[in-house]
């Protein structure tokens, strides 16, 4: 006699397959949240890192302006060796051919904002080491002949150390024959070389923080690099400005932008005693992550205007798109003033 077999009847069958697919549904629900997160933990990831070391490179570069210049003057745009190169006045007579383009400007550079990025132009002299080797030459006795290297132990914007190395003959005087050359910075805007299949598909361009490295010597008449080498210092940078804090006569202090500084210090303004000096720089960054946000983020990443260095900005949408995550970077830098300052 053949036993009843048992089993699912169709409504318990429905209501199991109900419970998976609920089941299936939370958990879905769950790992694309959990994309979304991660999507935007990488996007604040790559703004801080590439915020936290450019930011620190930069600043660390532009505390070095106005060391060991020539002279003992404040920074301004009168004064031959100011820290801070504003026109041609901040230079050597012999440097007079230097193109003011490559000298610190506002509002000079395409970003993606509805209005342009700054450019500052620095110069300083590192504390040298001078160095010699000798060469005896065993054929003659009393010949000598090597080099002199002058060392600073730090390294330029562009990545190489600053060195510099020149001939030495017999009797030559060491010091007065060591190369001391000035160093001279400047940092700006500028979009990164696109690839073939970025300009295939009309991608956005991308921005980012240039350094410009040249120097001069005593007999040079003009600025040995300067607008040959540039070198990416920041990526995914979208707007560069400039604050400086201004010290009036009577001693007040105020930040400016460089227009608004160049106005107050005009041709007619003669004596030291009318000067408005600058003592510190204020830099902000509009950085952003290179990876863009997935949806539904993109679609609540609506922000268009930032403050930055004391200015509104606004991105320029026929520009650029609002899927990245992006974040306003600044630091003030003060700067020195006749200290560490040669005669």
């Known amino acids: 006699m053949n036993k009843p077999q048992s089993g699912f009847t169709l409504i318990e069958l429905m209501i199991a397959m109900v419970l998976g697919l609920i089941i299936v549904a939370a958990g879905t629900a769950v790992f694309l949240n959990a994309q979304r997160s991660m999507g935007v933990q990488i996007g604040v990831g790559e703004v ?34 100011s820290g801070i190169i504003f026109n041609l006045n901040n230079l050597p007579a012999r440097l007079s051919g230097t193109d003011v383009n490559l000298l610190s400007k506002q509002a000079k550079d395409e970003d993606v904002t509805q209005s342009k990025s700054d450019q500052i132009t620095i110069q300083f002299m590192p504390q040298y080491r001078v160095e010699e080797t000798l060469d005896k030459s065993s054929d003659e006795q009393a010949s000598q002949a090597g080099s002199i290297v002058t060392k600073s132990g730090i390294y330029n914007c562009e990545g190489n150390e600053i060195k510099f ?38 991608t956005d361009k991308r921005y980012a923080l240039y350094c410009d490295y040249g120097y001069y010597s005593n007999d040079d008449t003009q600025i040995q690099g300067l ?17 400086l804090g201004v010290q009036a006569p009577n001693k007040n202090l105020s930040y400016m932008s460089i227009d608004q500084y160049i106005k107050l210090m005009p041709d007619s303004i003669k004596h030291s005693s009318e000067f408005y000096n600058v003592i510190s720089i204020e830099v902000g960054l509009l950085a952003r992550a290179h990876s863009a946000l997935a949806s539904p983020e993109a679609q609540l990443n609506k922000q268009v205007s930032f403050q930055l260095a004391g200015s509104e900005i606004e991105l320029d949408l026929m520009k650029t ?9 600044s630091q003030a830098v003060g700067l020195r003033n006749t200290l560490g300052a040669i005669s």
């Open 321 to 329: 798109s609002v899927s990245q995550l992006r974040q306003v970077i």
């Open 165 to 202: 190395e020149i001939k030495r003959t017999n009797n030559e005087d060491t010091q007065s024959s060591a190369l001391k050359p000035i160093i001279v910075q400047r940092y700006f805007l500028q979009a990164l070389p696109q690839t073939t299949v970025e300009i295939q598909k009309n």
């Open 48 to 81: 801080q890192q590439n915020a936290n070391f450019g930011l620190s490179q930069l600043t660390h570069d532009l505390r070095h302006a106005n060391l060991n210049v020539p002279t003992e003057q404040r920074v301004n745009n009168k004064d031959t060796g």
């Open 227 to 243: 607008g040959e080498n540039a070198q990416v210092l920041m990526r995914d940078i979208d707007a560069f400005r400039i604050q």
